[in-house]
Protein backbone atom coordinates (compact mmCIF):
# COMPACT_ATOMS: atom_id res chain seq x y z
CA UNK A 1 0.00 0.00 0.00
CA UNK A 2 2.98 2.81 1.00
CA UNK A 3 5.10 1.55 -2.05
CA UNK A 4 1.76 2.31 -4.06
CA UNK A 5 1.12 5.49 -2.33
CA UNK A 6 4.72 6.62 -3.03
CA UNK A 7 4.71 5.80 -6.63
CA UNK A 8 1.42 8.01 -7.10
CA UNK A 9 3.04 10.91 -5.40
CA UNK A 10 6.32 10.56 -7.65
CA UNK A 11 4.53 10.51 -10.56
CA UNK A 12 2.30 13.97 -9.23
CA UNK A 13 5.84 15.62 -8.54
CA UNK A 14 6.93 14.73 -12.04
CA UNK A 15 3.96 16.00 -13.46
CA UNK A 16 3.66 19.11 -11.82
CA UNK A 17 7.46 19.95 -12.42
CA UNK A 18 6.86 19.14 -16.34
CA UNK A 19 3.92 21.46 -16.41
CA UNK A 20 5.78 24.41 -14.53
CA UNK A 21 8.45 24.20 -16.72
CA UNK A 22 6.40 24.31 -19.64
CA UNK A 23 4.85 27.36 -18.66
CA UNK A 24 7.49 29.54 -17.38
CA UNK A 25 8.82 28.52 -21.17
CA UNK A 26 5.50 29.96 -22.51
CA UNK A 27 5.61 33.34 -20.42
CA UNK A 28 9.35 33.92 -21.60
CA UNK A 29 8.10 33.68 -24.98
CA UNK A 30 5.65 35.46 -24.59
CA UNK A 31 7.24 38.03 -22.85
CA UNK A 32 7.64 41.62 -25.05
CA UNK A 33 11.38 42.91 -26.01
CA UNK A 34 11.43 46.31 -25.29
CA UNK A 35 14.01 48.60 -26.96
CA UNK A 36 17.24 49.05 -25.27
CA UNK A 37 17.33 52.77 -23.59
CA UNK A 38 19.47 55.57 -25.94
CA UNK A 39 22.57 55.85 -24.13
CA UNK A 40 22.86 59.38 -25.34
CA UNK A 41 19.75 60.76 -23.39
CA UNK A 42 20.58 59.15 -20.50
CA UNK A 43 24.31 60.06 -20.03
CA UNK A 44 24.05 63.54 -21.65
CA UNK A 45 25.51 66.02 -19.17
CA UNK A 46 23.76 68.88 -17.95
CA UNK A 47 25.16 72.09 -17.46
CA UNK A 48 23.53 75.32 -16.23
CA UNK A 49 25.00 78.72 -16.59
CA UNK A 50 23.99 81.56 -14.34
CA UNK A 51 24.67 85.16 -14.69
CA UNK A 52 23.30 88.27 -13.30
CA UNK A 53 22.04 89.96 -15.66
CA UNK A 54 21.06 88.48 -19.23
CA UNK A 55 19.57 91.44 -20.83
CA UNK A 56 22.80 92.77 -21.57
CA UNK A 57 25.00 91.85 -25.00
CA UNK A 58 28.28 91.01 -22.85
CA UNK A 59 26.49 88.00 -21.40
CA UNK A 60 24.52 87.10 -23.91
CA UNK A 61 27.50 86.68 -25.63
CA UNK A 62 28.91 84.33 -22.76
CA UNK A 63 25.66 82.39 -23.28
CA UNK A 64 25.94 82.45 -27.26
CA UNK A 65 29.56 80.91 -27.08
CA UNK A 66 28.23 77.89 -23.96
CA UNK A 67 25.68 76.65 -26.05
CA UNK A 68 26.95 76.56 -29.19
CA UNK A 69 30.20 74.58 -27.35
CA UNK A 70 27.79 72.35 -25.49
CA UNK A 71 25.58 71.43 -29.08
CA UNK A 72 29.62 70.46 -30.62
CA UNK A 73 29.66 68.25 -26.90
CA UNK A 74 26.31 66.43 -27.17
CA UNK A 75 25.68 68.74 -23.78
CA UNK A 76 22.51 69.89 -22.73
CA UNK A 77 23.34 74.21 -21.48
CA UNK A 78 20.49 75.99 -19.86
CA UNK A 79 20.86 79.37 -19.16
CA UNK A 80 19.62 81.07 -16.03
CA UNK A 81 19.48 84.60 -15.14
CA UNK A 82 17.77 87.64 -14.32
CA UNK A 83 16.86 91.05 -15.25
CA UNK A 84 18.30 92.91 -13.40
CA UNK A 85 20.86 93.21 -10.55
CA UNK A 86 19.22 91.64 -7.31
CA UNK A 87 21.34 89.37 -5.88
CA UNK A 88 18.57 87.41 -3.95
CA UNK A 89 17.37 86.08 -7.33
CA UNK A 90 21.19 85.22 -8.51
CA UNK A 91 21.59 83.35 -5.03
CA UNK A 92 18.13 81.54 -5.87
CA UNK A 93 19.36 80.34 -9.21
CA UNK A 94 22.51 79.30 -8.28
CA UNK A 95 20.97 78.18 -5.30
CA UNK A 96 18.50 75.57 -7.33
CA UNK A 97 21.15 74.13 -9.50
CA UNK A 98 23.23 72.79 -6.99
CA UNK A 99 20.26 71.10 -5.18
CA UNK A 100 19.05 69.63 -8.88
CA UNK A 101 22.68 68.41 -8.79
CA UNK A 102 23.27 69.50 -12.15
CA UNK A 103 26.18 68.12 -13.58
CA UNK A 104 28.37 71.32 -13.63
CA UNK A 105 27.81 75.30 -13.32
CA UNK A 106 29.46 78.02 -15.26
CA UNK A 107 28.61 81.09 -13.19
CA UNK A 108 29.67 85.33 -12.88
CA UNK A 109 31.35 85.37 -10.16
CA UNK A 110 30.36 87.53 -7.20
CA UNK A 111 32.03 88.72 -4.31
CA UNK A 112 29.08 88.36 -1.46
CA UNK A 113 29.05 86.28 1.38
CA UNK A 114 26.38 84.32 -0.13
CA UNK A 115 27.65 83.69 -3.13
CA UNK A 116 31.20 82.24 -1.36
CA UNK A 117 28.85 80.27 0.71
CA UNK A 118 27.16 78.37 -1.55
CA UNK A 119 30.03 77.74 -3.88
CA UNK A 120 32.15 76.63 -1.05
CA UNK A 121 30.09 74.46 1.27
CA UNK A 122 26.65 73.67 -0.52
CA UNK A 123 27.90 72.56 -4.39
CA UNK A 124 31.13 71.03 -2.97
CA UNK A 125 29.08 68.69 -0.35
CA UNK A 126 26.69 67.90 -3.69
CA UNK A 127 29.46 67.40 -5.68
CA UNK A 128 28.98 70.33 -8.41
CA UNK A 129 32.21 71.56 -10.03
CA UNK A 130 31.97 75.37 -10.61
CA UNK A 131 33.79 77.50 -13.47
CA UNK A 132 33.75 81.27 -12.87
CA UNK A 133 33.17 83.25 -16.51
CA UNK A 134 33.29 86.92 -16.84
CA UNK A 135 33.64 87.81 -13.29
CA UNK A 136 35.83 85.95 -10.95
CA UNK A 137 36.10 85.27 -6.98
CA UNK A 138 39.45 83.88 -4.78
CA UNK A 139 39.84 80.24 -5.61
CA UNK A 140 39.94 79.76 -1.78
CA UNK A 141 37.42 81.30 -0.71
CA UNK A 142 34.72 79.48 -3.54
CA UNK A 143 36.41 76.84 -4.29
CA UNK A 144 35.71 77.17 -8.38
CA UNK A 145 37.61 75.09 -10.33
CA UNK A 146 38.81 77.83 -12.31
CA UNK A 147 38.21 80.80 -14.21
CA UNK A 148 37.86 81.51 -18.22
CA UNK A 149 37.79 85.72 -18.84
CA UNK A 150 40.16 88.45 -19.05
CA UNK A 151 43.33 89.04 -16.87
CA UNK A 152 41.67 92.18 -15.28
CA UNK A 153 45.11 93.82 -14.01
CA UNK A 154 46.62 93.09 -17.28
CA UNK A 155 43.40 94.94 -18.53
CA UNK A 156 43.54 97.93 -16.08
CA UNK A 157 47.57 97.83 -16.73
CA UNK A 158 46.88 98.66 -20.33
CA UNK A 159 43.94 101.36 -19.58
CA UNK A 160 46.68 103.36 -16.91
CA UNK A 161 49.68 103.11 -18.95
CA UNK A 162 47.82 104.38 -22.30
CA UNK A 163 46.70 107.55 -20.33
CA UNK A 164 49.51 108.09 -18.54
CA UNK A 165 51.14 108.35 -21.86
CA UNK A 166 48.67 110.81 -23.31
CA UNK A 167 48.85 112.78 -19.85
CA UNK A 168 52.52 113.65 -20.85
CA UNK A 169 53.41 111.61 -18.06
CA UNK A 170 51.93 114.25 -15.40
CA UNK A 171 48.95 114.98 -13.55
CA UNK A 172 45.98 113.54 -12.13
CA UNK A 173 44.03 110.51 -12.18
CA UNK A 174 40.85 110.17 -11.02
CA UNK A 175 40.41 106.17 -10.44
CA UNK A 176 36.19 105.35 -10.05
CA UNK A 177 34.56 102.17 -8.13
CA UNK A 178 32.40 100.74 -6.07
CA UNK A 179 32.17 102.26 -2.56
CA UNK A 180 33.24 98.33 -1.56
CA UNK A 181 35.69 97.63 -4.36
CA UNK A 182 34.54 93.86 -5.68
CA UNK A 183 37.57 91.48 -6.20
CA UNK A 184 37.45 92.38 -9.91
CA UNK A 185 37.26 96.13 -9.32
CA UNK A 186 40.63 95.40 -6.76
CA UNK A 187 42.11 93.31 -9.20
CA UNK A 188 41.78 95.88 -11.76
CA UNK A 189 42.72 98.69 -9.13
CA UNK A 190 46.08 96.43 -8.40
CA UNK A 191 46.73 97.15 -12.48
CA UNK A 192 46.42 100.24 -12.48
CA UNK A 193 48.43 101.01 -8.87
CA UNK A 194 51.38 99.14 -10.51
CA UNK A 195 51.65 100.45 -13.87
CA UNK A 196 51.31 104.20 -11.97
CA UNK A 197 54.25 103.68 -9.71
CA UNK A 198 56.57 104.04 -12.53
CA UNK A 199 55.78 107.76 -13.19
CA UNK A 200 56.14 109.87 -9.72
CA UNK A 201 54.47 112.81 -11.36
CA UNK A 202 51.19 111.12 -11.75
CA UNK A 203 48.66 110.76 -9.03
CA UNK A 204 45.80 109.11 -8.23
CA UNK A 205 42.37 109.49 -6.07
CA UNK A 206 40.25 106.17 -5.33
CA UNK A 207 36.29 107.76 -5.84
CA UNK A 208 33.80 105.54 -4.40
CA UNK A 209 30.37 105.21 -6.21
CA UNK A 210 27.03 104.47 -4.51
CA UNK A 211 24.41 101.97 -6.34
CA UNK A 212 21.77 104.44 -7.40
CA UNK A 213 21.64 106.89 -10.30
CA UNK A 214 21.53 110.23 -7.97
CA UNK A 215 24.41 108.63 -5.35
CA UNK A 216 26.95 108.21 -8.09
CA UNK A 217 26.43 111.26 -9.92
CA UNK A 218 26.51 113.29 -6.30
CA UNK A 219 29.89 111.61 -5.95
CA UNK A 220 30.87 112.46 -9.46
CA UNK A 221 29.79 116.13 -8.37
CA UNK A 222 32.19 116.40 -5.32
CA UNK A 223 35.17 114.57 -7.14
CA UNK A 224 34.41 117.25 -9.47
CA UNK A 225 34.77 120.01 -6.87
CA UNK A 226 37.57 118.74 -4.68
CA UNK A 227 39.71 117.78 -7.89
CA UNK A 228 38.97 120.57 -10.66
CA UNK A 229 42.26 120.02 -12.45
CA UNK A 230 41.84 116.28 -12.63
CA UNK A 231 40.64 115.75 -16.27
CA UNK A 232 41.67 112.37 -16.71
CA UNK A 233 39.31 109.76 -14.86
CA UNK A 234 39.27 105.76 -15.18
CA UNK A 235 36.44 104.24 -14.80
CA UNK A 236 36.73 100.72 -13.28
CA UNK A 237 32.64 99.64 -12.70
CA UNK A 238 31.52 100.17 -16.01
CA UNK A 239 27.88 100.28 -14.85
CA UNK A 240 28.67 103.82 -13.46
CA UNK A 241 30.15 104.91 -16.49
CA UNK A 242 27.19 107.02 -18.32
CA UNK A 243 25.76 108.85 -15.15
CA UNK A 244 29.60 109.96 -14.43
CA UNK A 245 29.75 111.55 -17.75
CA UNK A 246 26.23 112.66 -17.44
CA UNK A 247 27.15 114.60 -14.45
CA UNK A 248 30.89 115.83 -15.74
CA UNK A 249 28.66 117.23 -19.22
CA UNK A 250 26.64 119.04 -17.09
CA UNK A 251 28.79 120.65 -15.23
CA UNK A 252 31.22 121.52 -18.27
CA UNK A 253 32.42 120.37 -21.50
CA UNK A 254 33.13 116.64 -22.01
CA UNK A 255 35.93 117.65 -24.53
CA UNK A 256 39.23 117.91 -22.20
CA UNK A 257 38.37 115.30 -20.60
CA UNK A 258 40.12 111.82 -20.82
CA UNK A 259 38.14 109.00 -19.94
CA UNK A 260 38.51 105.37 -20.40
CA UNK A 261 36.39 101.99 -19.06
CA UNK A 262 35.68 98.45 -19.84
CA UNK A 263 32.83 97.25 -21.95
CA UNK A 264 30.70 95.19 -19.74
CA UNK A 265 28.11 97.55 -19.45
CA UNK A 266 26.09 98.19 -23.23
CA UNK A 267 25.85 102.18 -22.86
CA UNK A 268 30.08 102.25 -22.68
CA UNK A 269 30.14 101.20 -26.76
CA UNK A 270 27.67 104.14 -27.30
CA UNK A 271 29.27 106.78 -25.06
CA UNK A 272 32.74 105.41 -27.06
CA UNK A 273 30.82 105.72 -30.35
CA UNK A 274 29.99 109.42 -29.60
CA UNK A 275 32.74 110.12 -28.30
CA UNK A 276 32.27 111.01 -24.98
CA UNK A 277 34.59 108.70 -23.18
CA UNK A 278 37.87 107.89 -25.64
CA UNK A 279 38.27 104.12 -24.97
CA UNK A 280 37.29 100.91 -23.45
CA UNK A 281 38.96 97.88 -22.99
CA UNK A 282 36.82 95.28 -25.34
CA UNK A 283 36.50 91.68 -24.60
CA UNK A 284 35.53 88.22 -25.48
CA UNK A 285 32.70 87.10 -24.11
CA UNK A 286 31.39 84.64 -26.24
CA UNK A 287 34.90 82.87 -26.10
CA UNK A 288 34.50 82.86 -22.44
CA UNK A 289 31.11 81.05 -22.86
CA UNK A 290 32.55 78.49 -25.24
CA UNK A 291 35.98 78.10 -23.90
CA UNK A 292 34.35 77.64 -20.01
CA UNK A 293 31.96 74.65 -21.12
CA UNK A 294 34.86 73.46 -22.58
CA UNK A 295 36.53 72.99 -19.81
CA UNK A 296 33.98 72.34 -17.98
CA UNK A 297 33.16 69.59 -19.75
CA UNK A 298 36.70 68.27 -20.02
CA UNK A 299 36.94 68.31 -15.81
CA UNK A 300 33.69 66.03 -15.64
CA UNK A 301 34.92 63.84 -17.77
CA UNK A 302 38.17 63.21 -16.71
CA UNK A 303 40.40 64.22 -19.40
CA UNK A 304 41.84 67.81 -17.88
CA UNK A 305 42.01 67.57 -13.89
CA UNK A 306 43.20 69.35 -12.38
CA UNK A 307 42.17 72.34 -14.41
CA UNK A 308 44.40 75.69 -13.95
CA UNK A 309 43.31 77.37 -10.96
CA UNK A 310 44.73 80.26 -11.77
CA UNK A 311 42.45 80.37 -14.61
CA UNK A 312 42.74 80.39 -18.12
CA UNK A 313 42.74 84.02 -19.62
CA UNK A 314 41.01 84.94 -22.89
CA UNK A 315 41.88 87.89 -25.37
CA UNK A 316 40.99 91.50 -24.81
CA UNK A 317 41.88 94.88 -27.26
CA UNK A 318 41.94 98.26 -26.09
CA UNK A 319 39.57 99.88 -28.52
CA UNK A 320 39.50 103.91 -28.78
CA UNK A 321 37.36 106.69 -30.19
CA UNK A 322 37.73 107.44 -33.65
CA UNK A 323 39.70 104.36 -34.79
Not at 195 to 217: H, N, R, V
Not at 223 to 250: C, G, H, M
Not at 265 to 289: F, K
Amino acid sequence: MKRTVTRVLSVCIVFFAIFTVISVWRVIQATPHFPEPVADSVDQLRIVLITENQSTDFWKQVEEGAIQAGEKQGVLVEAWAGFGTEDQDFNRNLETAIYSKVDGILVQGQDTEAFKELTKIKAAFYGVPIITVGEDVPAEESLRKTYVGSNQIEAASLLAETMAEKMNYQGEIVVVGDEQPTYMQKQRLQGVEQTLEAYPEITFTYQGMGDTKEEIMNATMERLNQSPDATSWLVLDSKVAYFVTQEIKRRTQVDPYLIYSFDEAPEVRSLLQAGVIDGMIRQRPQEMGEQGLNLLVQWIRGETVPLNSDGYPTPFVLEEAGL
